[in-house]
Antibody, heavy 121, light 111 residues
Framework: QVQLQQSGPGLVKPSQTLTLTCAIS??????????WNWIRQSPSRGLEWLGR?????????DYALSVKNRITINPDTSKNQFSLQLNSVSPEDTAVYYC???????????WGQGTLVTVSS | QSALTQPASVSGSPGQSITISCTGT?????????VSWYQQHPGNSPKLIIY???KRPSGVSNRFSGSKSGNAASLTVSGLQAEDEAYYYC???????????FGGGTKLTVL
């Protein structure tokens, strides 16, 4: 059974960097068949895919155009986890952030518990 | 504004059936069989209930079924139960750089 455990702060100041981590159990961040995603949910934007990292003989990243200039998703093979960094945040980035696994078909079969991140001074 | 269009709300009485629609374009729903549906109870993470248009993950009730025609997909919940009251979201793989698009969500109320 795959489990995803998220961690990170719930409050970030405007212009600073949002950082969240998702620890994986029951699968590997280096899996050749899975991809590891970050998705956020807010009342104004609904569910919004942010990006993913995956390993297919080498590491790849895909990012949503809406955050492409501000986002980094990194795998950490030593801890079997992956992280999200979102730079230069504004109140519009306030949302519940989820990590999720997909099997290369945009089907998210396992989700983290969600982290409410508020951007406020 | 979400890329896929869903009704804001639907309702039904226990035992009845309801259908939730999800409308996209030929770049997403119409072009691929990677349509998924998620159930989300307040305060919880989304739960996958339908994938690849009509497949159910292990453990999901067969009261949930999915279909697709052209650029639109549908989720049918039969034999409504109180526990089905939740938000339902559709999603689809897309050929755009967005990778995946979601619907705005539909609140199902069991009367």
């Amino acid at each position: 059974q795959v489990q995803l455990q998220q961690s990170g702060p719930g409050l970030v100041k405007p212009s600073q960097t949002l950082t969240l981590t998702c620890a994986i159990s029951g699968d590997s961040v280096s899996s050749n068949s899975a991809a590891w995603n970050w998705i956020r949910q807010s009342p104004s934007r609904g569910l919004e895919w942010l990006g993913r990292t995956y390993y297919r003989s080498k590491w790849y990243n895909d990012y949503a155009l809406s955050v492409k200039n501000r986002i980094t998703i990194n795998p950490d093979t030593s801890k079997n986890q992956f992280s999200l960094q979102l730079n230069s945040v504004s109140p519009e980035d306030t949302a519940v952030y989820y990590c999720a696994r997909d099997l290369d078909t945009a089907t998210f079969d396992y989700w983290g518990q969600g982290t409410l991140v508020t951007v406020s001074s | 504004q979400s890329a896929l269009t869903q009704p804001a709300s639907v309702s039904g009485s226990p035992g009845q059936s309801i259908t939730i629609s999800c409308t996209g374009t030929s770049s997403d729903i119409g072009g691929y069989t990677y349509v998924s549906w998620y159930q989300q109870h307040p305060g919880n993470s989304p739960k996958l209930i339908i994938y690849d248009v009509r497949k159910r993950p292990s453990g999901v009730s067969n009261r949930f079924s999915g279909s697709k025609s052209g650029n639109a997909a549908s989720l049918t919940v039969s034999g409504l139960q109180a526990e089905d009251e939740a938000y339902y979201y559709c999603s689809s793989y897309t050929s755009s750089s967005t990778f995946v698009v979601f619907g705005g969500g539909t609140k199902l109320t069991v009367l």
